[in-house]
């Protein structure tokens, strides 16, 4: 395992092309070499590390259940002026994803009709690869297992990505007892929610731009302290 240094960890912050993996490496270190209260806050940003993109600093100590000057400490402790930068940082992290797969998707539209099979072909390899990295795996465990352990799944999309959420659903249900069908109708999804608590989970699939009903949902469920 490699350990960051104090001019390394000052690098990354600067560095202007910033990614998910260098980011995580960070917090590993943190996780090894911190004081106790770091290191378990940085155990939790592992394993939870968007929530870091969507939260305020004392939204993130409370779902976290830490001391909000401990989420400040560890956002320097990364090299970072303070929390709002971390917080933009991992937000540019989780766009470059995003960013990679849509130009990808872009750039197929603009193809000669006898490049197409080809460009296809290595679109399906880059998914596939990006799929199975390790960061990928980590992050299908830990969903996979929150799935598990809820007393109910609720699972939303609608208009293209109903679709998706109607399979899971499905299958999910006639495997798992705890998974709930999803609604077809978009009033129902409020619906179903109205009946959740702390210990269920929300499937909420979208796409970019985002579903504003499904955004609405996740809202609600985040609301009741359950587990997106």
């Known amino acids: 395992m490699h350990y960051f240094t104090k001019f390394e960890m000052k690098y990354l912050r600067r560095s202007s092309l910033q990614t998910q993996a260098k980011l995580k490496a960070a917090i590993k270190d943190l996780q090894v070499n911190s004081t106790p209260t770091i290191s378990e806050f940085a155990t939790w940003c592992l394993t939870n590390y968007s929530e870091i993109a969507f939260h305020s600093v004392r939204a993130l100590a409370d779902i976290a259940n830490v001391n909000a000057n401990t989420v400040v400490r560890f956002s320097k402790e990364l090299g970072f002026k303070g ?24 750039a197929l539209i603009d193809r000669d009709e006898n490049d197409l099979f080809s460009e296809l072909k290595e679109s399906y390899t880059l998914n596939s690869n990006t799929l199975f990295q390790p960061s990928t795996r980590s992050a299908i465990v830990e969903a996979a297992n929150c ?17 998706i959420a109607h399979y899971f659903s499905y299958v999910g249900s006639m495997a798992f ?16 929610l109205a009946k959740a608590c702390e210990s269920d989970v929300l499937v909420a699939i979208s796409f970019s731009y ?19």
């Open 83 to 106: 929390y709002e930068d971390l917080r933009q940082n991992v937000q540019s992290t989780l766009r470059a994803t995003q960013t990679a797969y849509s130009k990808r998707a872009d």
């Open 147 to 163: 799935i598990r352990s809820a007393e109910k799944v609720f699972t939303v999309g609608v208009r293209s990505s109903y679709s």
């Open 177 to 192: 007892e705890n998974i709930t069908r999803a609604p077809a109708e978009p009033g129902a999804i409020m619906d179903q």
């Open 210 to 228: 985002y579903s504003a009903e499904v955004v609405r949902a996740a809202e609600i469920a985040r609301a009741k302290r359950m587990k997106v």
